[in-house]
């Protein structure tokens, strides 16, 4: 209802930005200070992984979502520091230092704008769904182990607090949807622990929090080749995981909220928010799945503004409300976040009835993508290689629909043998078996009017079977060619086999 209802305020009239009707704005400010607070103690976690102190991850944060939020391709959608890109960079800042770190940064932004202008977007088209269902439930299953450590070796008041943090955030939206029911449940769980002395593990247990603004400057780092050698493979390893997770995420917000998203601005846009970062002296980032869902899909926001403020109201919560954030209690981040994780799987895809009626072939991309993006704790990864795997099964899935039959004329003279299908590399190798080179009469015809020839592959088994016939002095006539195949066939044949 609320989700409809936004929607319905966006379709605003005239050129007014969506968000100065007061309902959406309402719903994007709240949304915008949900997000600030699920945002410190991740980033603060991924700071510990770069090897870094906890204010440069909150830095990189703060300046990803603000600048993302302006050049950005997808509203609404989340870009701050990001595990998979402390993963990256940690080793560079361990064996070399937090200034070669930040120039990596910059260097990964100017890779990422390079990509996106050169439109790496546009290979999102070659992702399968069984790919992008994996990709989901594997990062739902990722949010949710990312919580265990908050559940082990803690105080037993713990447990309460989120069952309680939990049913907050499942039932108060029954009784209003005004206020969104994450920050009902940080707030009352909050003043709960505070005011009754519970301890238990909080935000300010995670790292101390800035007391200042960044300040811009260049990284320390000698400006030689050398330093160039150093920074470049991590660079073009972070910005490939970067652009790979946000438009992954770009296009799971844009299935969400029924809209199309730019993924070329979006690409471009993380290259700018990396670099504008790296000058803040951040450690880099991109799209963040967990808070965007938080955005998006519990808040209800839709517009740049909650984007923008998630990253403006984190820099406020830390500076001018340090010591009251610090005394929210992990728990109630932990309830929120468990909750993202259980909405974000989708539960359809491993229902058995779902189950009998998919192919073998699209589970078994979506199990493999899952596994491997669990086993990595890299979404990239995953994608990676569950869309390798869903090629290689169409590939082989396509080899098999190629059809060859023979028609004799009456007279016995002439053979026509028509050909069926898509020929490339897999299902043109069988194709020079198909034919009766010893027992056709002297002319054979092979007509390729239902068929295309997409590669070098097929051309050559063309040129394999007609050499065949002519060494036992028969002739081959090929008809039928469509202009693509005509083109590609004319120009490699009889260049691809030794004489």
């Known amino acids: 209802m609320q989700s409809s209802s936004l929607a319905s305020a966006l ?18 400010v709240l949304a915008g200070l949900v997000v600030a607070l699920a945002l410190i103690p991740e980033a603060i976690s991924f700071s510990v992984i770069a090897g870094v102190d906890p204010k440069i991850g909150l830095f990189a944060s703060f300046t990803m979502a603000v600048t993302i939020a302006i050049v950005g391709g997808r509203p609404a959608m989340i870009s701050a520091a990001t595990g998979a890109v402390a993963l990256v960079i ?49 990062l739902a299953i990722l949010v949710f182990m990312a919580q265990i450590p908050n ?8 447990y309460p607090l989120v069952a309680g943090g939990l049913a907050l955030t499942v039932f108060f939206p029954k009784v209003t949807s005004v206020i969104p029911a994450p920050l009902v449940s940080v707030v009352i769980l909050t003043v709960m622990t505070v005011g009754a002395g519970i301890a238990v593990p909080t935000v300010g247990d995670k790292g101390k929090l800035p007391s200042s603004l960044p300040v811009p400057g260049l990284p320390d780092v000698p400006l030689t080749l050398h330093t160039l050698t150093i920074i470049a493979p991590y660079a073009l390893a972070m910005a490939l995981v970067g652009l790979m997770e946000s438009l992954m995420t770009a296009k799971l917000v844009d299935d969400i909220t029924e809209t199309r998203s730019n993924k070329t601005r979006e690409s471009i846009g993380q290259g700018i928010a990396n670099i504008v970062t790296g000058l803040f ?55 929120v976040m468990v909750l993202v994780s259980v909405g974000a799987f989708d539960w359809h895809s491993i229902a058995p009835k779902t189950l009998k009626r998919m192919p073998v072939g699209e589970t078994t991309v979506m199990v493999i993508t899952v596994a491997v993006v669990v086993a990595t704790s890299n979404l990239a990864i995953g994608v990676v290689v569950g869309s390798i795997t869903a090629m290689v099964i ?14 004799t004329d009456p007279d016995g003279t002439t053979v026509v043998y028509s050909v069926t299908g898509a020929l490339f590399f897999a299902s043109s190798n069988d194709l020079v078996g198909q034919f009766e080179y010893a027992t056709d009469p002297a002319s054979v015809v ?39 195949s005509a083109r590609i066939h004319e120009t490699l044949s009889g260049e691809l086999t030794s004489h």
């Open 281 to 335: 002296g951040g450690m880099g980032g991109c799209a963040v799945i967990g808070q965007t869902m938080i955005n998006v899909k519990t808040s209800g926001a839709r517009t740049r503004l909650s984007t923008f403020l998630a990253g403006a109201f984190l820099m406020v919560l830390c500076i001018v409300f340090g010591p009251v954030v610090s005394d929210i209690p992990m728990a109630a981040l932990v309830a």
């Open 394 to 407: 169409f590939a082989k899935r396509v080899a098999h629909l190629v059809n060859v039959t023979a028609v």
């Open 11 to 28: 379709r605003l009239r005239g050129s007014r930005p969506a968000w100065l009707s007061p309902k959406v704005f309402r719903a994007e």
């Open 151 to 158: 559940l082990v070796d803690v105080p037993w008041a713990v």
């Open 90 to 138: 940690g080793p560079l800042n361990r064996q070399y230092g937090l200034g070669y770190l930040v120039a990596c940064v910059i260097l990964a932004g100017v890779f990422q704008i390079v990509l996106g202008a050169v439109g790496v977007a546009k290979l999102m088209r070659f992702v399968p769904r069984s790919v992008m269902v994996g990709f989901v439930n594997a």
């Open 446 to 484: 092979i007509d390729l009017t239902d068929a295309h020839i997409w590669d070098a592959s097929s051309v050559a088994a063309l040129d394999a079977v007609t050499t065949k016939y002519e060494q036992r002095g028969k002739t081959v006539e090929i008809i039928g060619l469509n202009q693509h």
